[in-house]
């Protein structure tokens, strides 16, 4: 089986910096994805990590251990519109479809 | 490119009635993925397709569920009959394909459709 384990709320104020942790335990790994989904709207795709280390994509940046099972996203100079819920995603086996964890509200403060 | 359009975007009916929601993926994307979203259990895969070949419907979670790729440009996910539990927002979303890595780099989602079923 998989699964994916993901904080279900994180608060910070604008500017500041925030982490959003990953584990995953799955059989079969292609790779870790991160989704911002606003509230009343879809998953939109912020970044993807197939190899180990930090990708970085403006002022977000992602990371990736796969000997730890583990990785983040890493969220810079926050703004209130970053306020969401932000989805890890992993790529199963052979099937290549992705399972989604349960989220994570993020929450900026002025 | 207009993204992955989905149809309709709201859905109100009645406990037995047939549901049919469609999705138009983006032109050129070889996958298209079906998702449902509720409290309670996320963001479910249903189904997904390759080249409008279902590859893996182990998502669906009844025989009232079924899909259709007819053509590389429409879908349709039907729900016959329908249940109260079947309220949620469906998704649909399309990709290009695999990444070097092997896995689904980049899915790109519908607005979906808000499902109720009274």
């Excluded at chain 2, 070889?30 to 182990?58: A, K």
């Excluded at chain 2, 309220?87 to 979906?112: D, I, M, N, Q, R």
């Amino acid at each position: 089986g998989q699964s994916l384990e993901q904080p279900s709320e994180v608060t910070a104020v604008e500017g500041a910096i925030v982490q959003i942790n990953c584990t995953y335990q799955t059989s079969g790994f292609y790779g870790l994805s991160w989704y911002q989904q606003h509230d009343g709207g879809a998953p939109t795709f912020l970044s993807y990590n197939g190899l180990d280390g930090l990708e970085e994509t403006g002022r977000f940046s992602s990371f990736l251990s796969r000997s730890d099972s583990y990785g983040y996203l890493l969220l810079q100079e926050l703004q209130m519109k970053d306020s969401a819920s932000y989805f890890c995603a992993v790529g199963l086996g052979s099937a290549r479809q992705l399972t989604f964890g349960s989220g994570t509200q993020l929450t900026v403060l002025p | 490119d207009a993204g992955v359009i989905q149809s309709p975007r709201h859905e109100v009916t009645e406990m037995g009635q047939e549901v049919t929601l469609r999705c138009k993926p983006i032109s050129g994307h070889d996958y298209l993925f079906w998702y449902r979203q509720t409290m309670m259990r996320g963001l479910e895969l249903l189904i997904y397709f390759n080249n409008n070949v279902p590859i893996d419907d182990s998502g669906m979670p009844e025989d009232r569920f079924s899909a259709k790729m007819p053509n590389a440009s429409f879908s349709t996910l039907k729900i016959q009959p329908s249940e109260p539990r079947d309220s949620a927002v469906y998704f649909c979303a399309s990709s290009l394909g695999v990444s070097p890595y092997g896995g689904t780099e980049k899915l790109f989602f519908g607005s979906g459709t808000q499902l109720s079923v009274l």
